[in-house]
């Protein structure tokens, strides 16, 4: 757990300054670096976790609905039959309006912690900078330690084992292809390998495919240049990267905002860092009056997706996290005043 800030920049010059920092950044490239003078141990739950009233269970609505999330399935297909893309990533985002004007995002994180708990959760709250997020993110975007630095794409996602597709590893073997192409932009040429590629994990309610991409930085190479070539996640995007950005800019309505970017931690004394992928992610918008809770799900499009079943991976993403996020209980509406950071996996 992080307090006490120092300073916030959107510089990532800094990732390689002094002090531990939290970092968010937008799926558009929007970065939020704070600096925390004190970090500490997250204490151990002890009661009651604090009270989150969330949305109303049936007060969600999606950017693309089932029939305009079907066309862009199929105007994807479209695209790589033409020999545009390859594959891309197909998202909509989900929000309803919060009950609780007040609503504490670090409430919501306790409580995915306790309901649905992932390698890479966390919550960064720093309303004046327009960030408020909790992540339930089971990927590595990028880990640092000294000069090694190391991604988990993940691709191909079912409900068990058994339900995973062809399609599902032919995705996943696309993305590391990508990733490795990204990380061998700021990497000592020849070291970057894939020590693991389609292992399938299990999370609560679906099981994902996920490979391990390392490599070996350039002596000039740091977080500016990590996140200059890296990003966005190639997960989420699709490949050609630039021409799948160019797709998802047309097809989707909806600005991705911390979904789909990425979440984490850098320790620049240590030089050590973690940032996961924005996904399994919520965030608060205050803009335009009523707040509102912002939540995103997509599927890895490719030829020989069809629109349904890609429809339906994402509901399977979304349907638990979404109903952890809307029950809850009626709470106080005093508001903490800090700003913080609490990221696991440091």
């Known amino acids: 757990m992080a307090t006490d800030l120092i300073d916030v920049t959107d510089d990532p010059e800094a990732l390689d300054s002094r002090g531990w920092w939290a970092v968010a950044a937008d799926f558009d490239g ?39 999330y079907l066309a862009g399935v199929e105007e994807i297909r479209r695209r790589i039959a033409a020999g545009d893309v390859y594959q891309v990533n197909l998202c909509r985002v989900l929000s309803a309006p919060l009950p609780d004007p007040a609503a504490d995002i670090d409430a919501l994180r306790a409580r995915l912690a306790s309901r649905h708990p992932a390698r890479y ?34 691709k191909g996602t079912a409900r068990t084992p058994e339900a995973l597709l062809p399609k599902d590893r ?94 984490g931690w850098v320790d620049a ?16 918008d205050r803009t335009g009056g009523r707040p509102r809770l912002r939540f995103g799900a997509g599927a890895g499009i490719t030829w020989d997706s069809r629109p349904e079943g890609e429809w339906a991976e994402t509901v399977l993403k979304a349907e638990r996290l979404l109903g952890v996020a809307s029950a809850g209980e009626q709470h106080s509406t005093k508001r903490r005043s800090r700003d913080g950071a609490d990221l696991a996996g440091r």
């Open 269 to 284: 004394d240590r030089r050590v860092g973690e940032l996961a992928v924005g996904i399994r992610t919520f965030w608060i």
């Open 30 to 68: 929007r970065l939020v670096c704070a600096r925390f003078a004190t970090l500490r141990p997250a204490p151990r739950p002890a009661g009651p976790e604090p009270a989150w009233h969330g949305p109303a269970p049936d007060g969600w609505t999606s950017s693309l609905d089932r029939a305009g």
């Open 170 to 263: 032919a995705e996943n073997v696309m993305i590391v292809d990508l990733v490795r192409n990204d990380l061998g932009a700021v990497c000592v040429p020849g070291s970057v390998t894939v020590p693991e590629l389609c292992v399938v994990e299990s999370y609560p309610g679906l099981v994902h495919l996920v490979s391990t991409v390392s490599g070996e930085l350039a002596a000039d190479a740091g977080w500016p240049e990590l996140l200059t070539h890296a990003f966005p996640p190639g997960s989420v995007t699709g490949a050609p990267k630039s021409s799948a950005l160019a797709v998802i800019d047309e097809l989707e309505p909806a600005p991705r905002g911390p979904y789909c970017g990425a979440i």
């Open 121 to 154: 959760a966390g919550s960064i709250r720093l309303p004046a900078h327009d960030t408020e997020i909790a992540t339930a993110s089971p990927e590595l975007f990028l880990r640092r330690v000294g000069g090694t630095v190391e991604s988990g794409p993940i």
